[in-house]
Nanobody, 126 residues
Framework: QVPLVESGGGLVQAGGSLQLSCAAS????????MGWFRQAPGKEREFVAA?????????YYADSVKGRFSISRANAKNSVYLQMNSLKPEDTAVYYC??????????????????WGQGTQVTVSS
């Protein structure tokens, strides 16, 4: 069983919105901080957003998406979401959901995450 499965990507015009979903089948999901990363062609994977566990009371965002993107979680559904508004062409990338290693620090560092989804493509046209 694939531990994390993303959905909701697609093609959208600049200024539009998309909501990404991530369905998790990992044990102890509610006790895992979760993150979203993205990777554009020819670029390194970069941090987008993260949310604390179990309640999600703390959220963290890359400066480039702050005020436009919102991360949330629904533990009863073993899911995490990324609401993306006011999309820009530079947001075009494959978006990945990831589960952080329990107790790890540094939300922005991808090496602190041990489960990853297969990614979902987001394309923003100008």
């Amino acid at each position: 069983q694939v531990p994390l499965v993303e959905s909701g990507g697609g093609l959208v015009q600049a200024g539009g919105s998309l909501q990404l979903s991530c369905a998790a089948s990992i044990r102890g999901f509610s006790n895992r901080a979760m993150g979203w990363f993205r990777q554009a062609p020819g670029k390194e994977r970069e941090f987008v957003a993260a949310i604390s566990s179990p309640s999600g009371s703390s959220t963290y965002y890359a400066d480039s998406v702050k005020g436009r993107f919102s991360i949330s979680r629904a533990n009863a559904k073993n899911s995490v979401y990324l609401q993306m508004n006011s999309l820009k062409p530079e947001d075009t990338a494959v978006y990945y959901c990831a589960a952080r290693i329990p107790g790890a620090s540094a939300y922005e560092n991808p090496i602190r995450y041990d489960y990853w989804g297969q990614g979902t493509q987001v394309t923003v046209s100008s």
